[in-house]
């Protein structure tokens, strides 16, 4: 059973910094997509950063130069380095994972998610 768990949530001020976890078990697959999206209450949930089994990566526009995506495959661990936070950027943060190979894609399907944290940034 894959699981993902998200941690390092919380709430900072504007231009702050958080880092946000997410560790992977119970796969045995090398190709994989994972990513980061982001939800408000009403509002359509969006992709925000991606990495496959490839280090390719790729960000939303909104979070380019402020975001980096990245793991460590030893510790089967994604991580969202958040900088220069922004009070727009306060969202529940889902970390997802495909285990496929091919395209790593915003639009695409995945099948496995965490249960979130919340990051909430003060102006």
């Known amino acids: 059973q894959v699981q993902l768990v998200e941690s390092g949530g919380g709430s900072v001020q504007s231009g702050g910094s958080l880092r946000l976890s997410c560790a992977a078990s119970g796969y045995t697959s090398s190709s994989y997509c994972m990513g980061w999206f982001r939800q408000v209450p009403g509002k359509q949930r969006e992709g925000v950063a991606l990495?496959?089994?490839?280090?390719?990566?790729s960000y939303t526009n909104s979070v380019k130069g402020r975001f980096t995506i990245s793991q460590d495959n030893a510790k089967n661990t994604a991580y969202l380095q958040m900088n220069s936070l922004k009070p727009e950027d306060t969202a529940m943060y889902y970390c997802a994972a495909d285990f496929r190979a091919g395209t790593c894609l915003f639009g695409e399907h995945f099948a496995y998610w965490g249960q979130g944290t919340q990051v909430t940034v003060s102006s």
């Open positions: 990495i496959n089994s490839y280090s390719y990566t």
